[in-house]
Every structure is written in C-alpha cells, then in structure tokens.
C-alpha cells in the first residue's frame, strides 16, 4: 500500500509500511493540514492501475516529495510521462537497496512468515538503532495491518525487482527538475550505485543524517 497526503498542492509520499502521518510528524504543523490519500490492495489492483491512481491523485500537484519506496513508483510515473509536478524531491530514493538478491529473498521471506520480528529489524535499519525513533516508526507504521499483508507483500517484490541505470538517472537530474537527497547512514539504500563515484547535478549527500532522519530536515 502507498500512502501520503496533499497540502497547497504539495505532495508527500511515506515509504514502504509507513503511514502518512509520519510526514506529518516531521514537517511544519501548517504544511501537515491536508487532504490524506491511500492506494491499498496492491496485490488485487496491479502495477498499472496503482500508478493510474497515483497520476490521478498527483494530477494538480506541482511538488513532490518521495520517500524510500515511494520515490520508485514516482519514477514509474514519470517514465511514463504520467506526471505533471514542476518540482520533484527525492529522499534516500529505493532505486537500488544495499542487499543482495539472497539478501532480498530473505527479508520476503522473513515479512511473509514473521512479518513481527521482521518489522522490528526494519525499523532498527531505517532509524540507524535509535531505540526513540524505533519506537515513533512503530506508531506510524501499516505494518501491522494483517489485511493489508498482501499489499506489504507486493510492493516489496516491486521494490525488488525494480532497477534503474546511472545514465536514467543522470539525464533526469541534468533536466533541473528533480532533486536526490541521501543519508550517510543509510543501511537501506546503495549510495555507492546511486553516486557511481562521480558527482552528478542535484544529488546530494547529507553528512551525518540515516534513512529517517533525512526527512528531519528540510533543504529545499
């Protein structure tokens, strides 16, 4: 399932089993009045039709800013040119996870049979074991929602099948329109791939910062 919510025409879009008031808990009280919007039953719906809801939801917004997982199904959008916000913000993006294909097989597996302990190593990873934010990712988490387990289930093969190549990637953030964010620490995602070990325009690297912390701050 993916969730977010709309303010001013601004989007925010959480990452994979987390709640839009997670966003909320971060940004200005102002800018978290808005309209909540959710897609769930990924499994029922298809890739698709979750992304034509998506487009549909998005279709007066002219920013965005995409977390984790969420950053994927955005760049689904706009290679297919499903998009029209003027202004795009990446955060800590999942284009390429830091786990191998046994690693990835493992953690589906794990989700699907103890979805629970799982939970509990995710949210250790994305808070870089900070046992406070562990425990404020537990209250704005789906996770827990067992009939929304599918869905959970679905979104985590698309994040793990999904790939993108340095040159995509390049073209994109040279057109100016787009804005890459990424965590020192971050245990989640594979900064070296993304970096390539070259400097490319608009991505930045936040020194000091983990896979949620990142959001904590506001940069643009």
Same mark, same amino acid.
């Given at each position: 399932?993916?969730? %977010?919510?709309?303010?001013?025409?601004?989007?925010?879009?959480? %990452?994979?089993?987390?709640?839009?008031?997670?966003?909320?808990?971060?940004?200005?009280? %102002? /800018?978290?009045?808005?309209?909540?919007?959710?897609?769930? #039953?990924?499994?029922?719906?298809?890739?698709?039709?979750?992304?034509?809801?998506?487009?549909? $939801?998005?279709?007066?917004?002219?920013?965005?800013?995409?977390?984790?997982? *969420?950053?994927?199904?955005?760049?689904?959008?706009? @290679?297919?040119?499903?998009?029209?916000?003027?202004?795009?913000?990446?955060?800590?993006?999942?284009?390429?996870?830091?786990?191998?294909?046994? /690693?990835?097989?493992?953690?589906?597996?794990?989700?699907?049979?103890?979805?629970?302990?799982?939970?509990?190593?995710?949210?250790?990873?994305?808070?870089?074991?900070?046992?406070?934010?562990?425990?404020?990712? @537990?209250?704005?988490?789906?996770?827990?929602?067992?009939?929304?387990?599918?869905?959970?289930?679905?979104?985590?093969?698309?994040?793990? #099948?999904?790939?993108?190549?340095?040159?995509?990637?390049?073209?994109?953030? $040279?057109?100016?329109?787009?804005?890459?964010?990424?965590? /020192? @620490?971050?245990?989640?995602? #594979?900064?070296?791939?993304?970096?390539?070990?070259?400097?490319?325009?608009?991505?930045?690297?936040?020194?000091?910062?983990?896979?949620? *912390?990142?959001? %904590? /701050?506001?940069?643009?």
């Amino acid at each position: 399932m993916l969730n %977010g919510f709309v303010s001013n025409e601004v989007a925010y879009l959480s %990452g994979w089993g987390f709640s839009e008031s997670l966003w909320q808990g971060i940004i200005s009280k %102002g /800018e978290g009045k808005g309209e909540r919007f959710t897609i769930t #039953d990924f499994h029922h719906l298809g890739k698709e039709r979750i992304l034509d809801m998506l487009a549909q $939801a998005l279709v007066h917004i002219k920013v965005i800013y995409a977390w984790s997982f *969420s950053a994927i199904v955005i760049m689904e959008l706009i @290679r297919t040119q499903r998009l029209t916000a003027s202004r795009i913000y990446f955060y800590a993006p999942a284009f390429k996870l830091n786990l191998t294909e046994k /690693e990835k097989l493992a953690f589906y597996q794990a989700f699907d049979k103890t979805p629970q302990k799982l939970t509990r190593h995710f949210f250790t990873l994305v808070a870089d074991g900070d046992r406070e934010k562990i425990n404020w990712l @537990r209250a704005n988490t789906t996770l827990g929602n067992k009939t929304q387990k599918e869905s959970h289930l679905f979104a985590l093969k698309w994040m793990f #099948d999904f790939s993108v190549i340095q040159d995509e990637l390049a073209i994109l953030l $040279a057109s100016g329109k787009v804005k890459i964010y990424l965590a /020192e @620490r971050d245990h989640i995602i #594979d900064n070296t791939f993304l970096l390539n070990g070259v400097t490319l325009p608009n991505i930045i690297m936040m020194n000091g910062h983990n896979h949620l *912390s990142l959001l %904590g /701050e506001r940069y643009v």
